[in-house]
């Protein structure tokens, strides 16, 4: 069993920034593995956010390229994300999930069954809401 502890999440403005934070306990090394941010907006599907493999190569989905920023911190078992200028259509759960390698197959459209079925472990999820 491994234990991913997010928080970061809020209620903040448009414009406004947030930083996500997800903490793997001990046992699960994420210095060699596949991370990612998904999202699950009320009553839409799971997408995926950002995502870092172990060569430390970043993904963007586009509408939220040069405006969030993954990153982790090898040494806290920690993967970051940081949400600048954020927007109304942010609104989401959000979701961190770390896996050997990187799915083959696109999110299902529930969060938690893409994490199930493609990861190793994965959090509860952290509420972010972007009010206009």
């Known amino acids: 069993e491994v234990d991913v502890v997010v928080s970061g999440g809020g209620s903040v403005q448009a414009g406004g920034s947030l930083r996500l934070s997800c903490t793997v306990s001990a046992g699960f090394d994420i210095h060699e593995s596949f991370v990612a941010w998904y999202r699950q907006p009320p009553a839409d599907e799971c997408e995926l956010v950002s995502s870092?493999?172990?060569?430390?190569?970043?993904y963007y989905t586009d509408s939220v390229k040069g405006r969030f920023t993954i990153s982790k911190d090898n040494s806290k078992n920690t993967v970051y994300l940081q949400m600048d200028r954020l927007e109304p259509e942010d609104t989401a759960m959000y979701y961190c999930?770390?896996?050997?390698?990187?799915?083959?197959?696109?999110?299902?459209?529930?969060?938690?069954?893409?994490?199930?079925?493609?990861?190793?472990?994965w959090g509860q999820g952290t509420q972010v809401t972007v009010s206009s």
């Open positions: 870092l493999d172990h060569e430390s190569t970043e």
């Open positions: 999930a770390a896996g050997t390698t990187a799915p083959i197959s696109p999110p299902r459209f529930l969060c938690t069954l893409t994490f199930y079925n493609d990861f190793k472990a």
